[in-house]
């Protein structure tokens, strides 16, 4: 019997606590259009300082122009070395499997490419890193010219017979 009058009670007052909510929105209607719950007031946030892009335009640039360089060194040292051995030239005798050329210069790549990657990304812990940051390009600049001038020789070379072309070997 106990637990029916705790529930009565219980019942009567949510009962009359909705009683004088419907009489007070009656007698305010704006009270009707006033947020359930206080919003916490949002606090402006500070801009936070623009991290540098480490790939962007100019790294894309130079390290293409890189690659494009070492794609066309390694392609016209395999074409020379294939023309030799089908020659007979005394010091290929077995030309490289193309596999293994683009495996081991990938690789090489692959490392230029982060290293030039590291030294162009921010680093606090470096004493004069601004500097480092600057002449990130050389090294790839450097060395994709080596690589056009290596790919350029690789060209101009003669046959084993010392000829151009083989029509011309066989003038001789």
Avoid at 33 to 51: D, F, G
Wanted: aromatic content about 6%; charged content about 20%.
């Amino acid at each position: 019997m106990r637990a029916v009058e705790l529930f009565m009670v219980v019942l009567l007052a949510g009962v009359c606590a909705t009683a004088q909510d419907v009489h007070y929105a009656n007698l305010n209607p704006a009270a009707m259009n006033m947020p359930a719950a206080i919003e916490p007031l949002s606090v402006p946030v500070t801009p936070q300082p623009q991290k540098k892009k480490v790939v962007d335009k100019k790294f894309l640039l130079v390290m293409g122009v890189l690659a494009t360089a070492e794609t066309m060194r390694i392609t016209t040292t395999t074409l020379a070395l294939d023309r030799e051995a089908a020659e007979g030239a005394p010091w290929v005798s077995v030309p490289p499997a193309h596999r293994t050329l683009i495996a081991k210069n990938g690789l090489i790549f692959a490392s230029e490419l982060f290293v030039a990657y590291a030294m162009k990304k921010p680093h606090s812990w470096i004493p004069g890193d601004r500097v480092i940051r600057k002449l990130w390009w050389a090294y790839p600049a450097a060395a994709a010219t080596v690589h056009f001038k290596s790919a350029a020789h690789n060209i101009g070379l003669k046959g084993a017979e010392g000829c151009d072309s083989a029509a011309e070997c066989e003038m001789q």
